[in-house]
């Protein structure tokens, strides 16, 4: 089933097959009706993470509740631009930027956020149910079908010891002294058969690590130390750069692989 590029899509957690009603909460239903002005017959896009992208037409609608009718899937799951193999390791910032990591690393690809506690970390606090509605709506925004696993707040010790010593752990260094991200990626995949693989992207807090924690990270067989550049980033922009230039290495690979 075609799909048109103007419809609005839905991230909901029920499951998705033909002729399924979707009864949606009251804020969703806000959004609908009050919102973007749809009317009983309009369609909307869905998906869940699990069964693809789906065309429902909404059959109820009021300002407090509405009812879609699924009629048919638009992509399988196997479309998911998402990057199944991209984690994200990161130390929360302030509010508003730490929601916009969470939000660009959605629409970016990372398939799971790992909020890690530093020594210089500013907040401890990490609201889950506001990470979950951001890469929602994110996704929705992106066209992915799916978001993020998010993982509850750990120490960087404790993710140290359980990131796997096979799987790459690039560290965003700001001693500036490492190679290029942009050119340990392109050498990667260039030396791999099958693509990059599955790794993950260290930032630090606002003031960097501490020196030891920095010595723990880079005493990890995992680590790979990189630089992005001349110039220090703020904890923000440098996770959305080197997400960038990863989301696009994996696209590149992946057009070469088809």
């Given at each position: 089933?075609?799909?048109?590029?103007?419809?609005i899509?839905?991230?909901?957690?029920?499951?998705?097959?033909?002729?399924?009603?979707?009864?949606?909460g009251r804020?969703?239903?806000?959004y609908?009706?009050?919102?973007?002005?749809?009317?009983v017959?309009?369609t909307?896009?869905?998906?869940?993470?699990r069964?693809?992208?789906?065309?429902?037409?909404?059959?109820?609608?009021?300002?407090?509740?509405?009812?879609?009718?699924?009629?048919?899937q638009?992509r399988?799951?196997?479309?998911?631009?998402?990057?199944?193999?991209?984690?994200?390791?990161?130390?929360p910032?302030?509010?508003?930027?730490?929601?916009?990591?969470?939000?660009?690393?959605?629409?970016?690809?990372?398939?799971?956020?790992?909020?890690?506690?530093?020594?210089?970390?500013?907040?401890?606090?990490v609201k889950?149910?506001?990470?979950?509605?951001i890469t929602?709506?994110?996704?929705?925004?992106?066209?992915?079908?799916?978001?993020?696993?998010?993982?509850?707040p750990t120490?960087?010790?404790?993710?140290?010891?359980?990131?796997?010593?096979?799987?790459?752990?690039?560290f965003c260094?700001?001693?500036?002294?490492?190679?290029?991200?942009?050119?340990?990626l392109?050498?990667?995949?260039?030396?791999s058969g099958?693509?990059?693989g599955?790794?993950?992207?260290?930032?630090?807090?606002e003031?960097?690590?501490?020196?030891?924690?920095?010595?723990?990270?880079?005493?990890?067989?995992?680590?790979c130390?990189?630089?992005?550049?001349?110039?220090?980033?703020?904890?923000?922009?440098?996770?959305?750069?080197?997400?960038?230039?990863?989301?696009?290495?994996?696209?590149?690979?992946?057009?070469?692989?088809?």
């Open positions: 089933m075609s799909k048109k590029a103007s419809h899509r839905l991230y909901v957690a029920d499951d998705l097959l033909t002729q399924r009603t979707i009864i949606l804020e969703q239903a806000h609908l009706v009050s919102v973007m002005r749809l009317a017959g309009a909307v896009l869905l998906f869940n993470g069964d693809g992208e789906w065309l429902a037409r909404l059959v109820k609608a009021d300002r407090k509740s509405a009812q879609l009718m699924v009629e048919g638009t399988p799951q196997s479309l998911d631009p998402a990057l199944p193999g991209l984690t994200l390791l990161f130390a910032v302030k509010r508003t930027k730490t929601d916009l990591i969470v939000e660009k690393a959605t629409e970016l690809g990372v398939a799971r956020l790992m909020p890690v506690i530093t020594g210089r970390t500013n907040t401890e606090r889950m149910e506001r990470f979950l509605s929602a709506e994110a996704a929705e925004q992106c066209e992915r079908l799916s978001t993020p696993v998010i993982d509850p120490g960087l010790d404790a993710a140290l010891k359980a990131w796997p010593d096979d799987r790459p752990l690039y260094d700001e001693a500036r002294t490492a190679p290029l991200l942009l050119s340990v392109w050498f990667r995949s260039s030396q099958d693509g990059l599955s790794c993950g992207l260290l930032i630090g807090p003031g960097g690590f501490t020196v030891a924690e920095r010595e723990a990270i880079c005493a990890h067989r995992a680590t130390s990189v630089s992005l550049g001349a110039r220090i980033l703020r904890a923000e922009t440098a996770a959305i750069s080197a997400l960038s230039l990863i989301a696009s290495a994996y696209e590149l690979v992946r057009t070469d692989l088809q």
